[in-house]
């Protein structure tokens, strides 16, 4: 393991496929270790990622496709041009479509509207049929996607469901792979190992064979908030759940694949912490993944903190590729919208783009040849309180309808004059990239700040719009 992210070392560094596969299904696990760098600055415990969405399918559920359905063959309840059922997030089913396109099986999957359109276009893409149902729907409600999964297996010939809530074979496979991985990558040295509890295959499984071969390594789950899982850990009450927009993750009932045993505490992440540590991830540690990875990621990092020792290896799991949530986690209007942006990451152009409601911003301004009475027209008619004055491209000056007035009701001769004997200070101008807090420190000082973008002016910024902004007013 290195101790250092500075050197990228790539040409000694590629993974080694020796040989030919035979096929793709052969190709899943064995996903590397990735130290995490700039997101754990000043963080001396090392903090290592288990990089699933390196899987041919992009996700930790990969492992389990192939094992669930070689286990109903071993079993003779899957025969030749049999059909493979399962309610799923999006992820389970591409590891069993993966299996099942090798094997040549039907798939049939059932999901919840909650999930990104992504995923139900990848589901298809696999060739699987799916039937999209409504996340409303109380899990004891007869079309609730998992029931309804249920009940389509019973009625198909030759058909099983996966069932990777119940299933054995899903925690058994990161027993014998996962677990069996992260043992040998960090040389026995793992001490703290972090996931989530979809079906809570991953946790238990990983969870159950770290503590086989050392009962010191301390398991943690991450876990939204709104899910019952911490409660029920904590207290052995159920609780009501509510809604969360991260997925994959979390729980309103006790998947039969959770083993709490094998849990030692469980820690819970709002929404918004866990998206926009996924972005993080993203932009400083070129780890593309979704939301549940953000979430995962952040209980991780916490746990270093606090346990403060260089010699200490926490590791913790990337589920899926951040390509399934383009439309989500890594899209700046989904997370405006959902309140899930956070005002530290938010930029100068994310809040000119914001006002202009996605269509191209526009800067009014006047140049420093108008007249006073044309400038205030032009205040009144765009309901703006101040106006640049801009000349060939440039910021030169400002004038704001208070001082104007002020000047006009001094002498109405002002109103003929051109704005250039009136205006007050040019306005600061950032780089659109520059962040919000940035912006707000330039504007203690100054009525606005411009924006500038491949060399033009593209918009200003108020105090205003900061406030609508970071309300998610705009
Ligand atoms: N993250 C994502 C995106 C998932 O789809 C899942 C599984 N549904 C998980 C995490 C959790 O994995 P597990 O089911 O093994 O708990």
Redesign the pocket.
Known sequence: MTDTGSSIDFASTRPRHERPYDNVVQTIGWTPLIRLNRTAEGIRTPVYAKAEFMNPGG???DR?GPAIIEAAEREGRLLPGGTVVEG?????GVGLALAAAIKGYRCIFTLSDKFSQEKVRLLKAFGAEVIVTSAALAPDHPDNYVNLAKRIAEETPNAILAD?FYNQA?PEA?YRTTGPEIWEQTGGRVTHFV?????????TGVGRFLKERNPAVRIVGGDPEGSILKRYFDTGEKGEAAPFKV???GQDKIPG??DMSVVDEWRTVDDRTALSLARRLTREEGLFA????GLIAHVALQVAQEVDDPDACVVF?L??TGE?YLSKVYSDDWMRENRMMDPARVSAEDVVRGKSAGAPPQLISVAPETPVRQALAFITSHNVSQLPVVSAGDCVGHVSESTLMGRVLENTAVLEQSVQHVMDAPLPVVDGHVELPSVTRLLSKNPAVLVRRGGRLEGIVTRYDVMRYVTNEA
Do not use: F, P, W, Y
């Open positions: 996700s930790l559920k389990i799923t997030s999006g992820n389970t990777q899903n990161h996931s989530a509890a979809g079906t809570g295959g991953n946790l997925e994959g993750i694949t959770l979704g939301g549940s990875s799991v589920c899926d399934r």
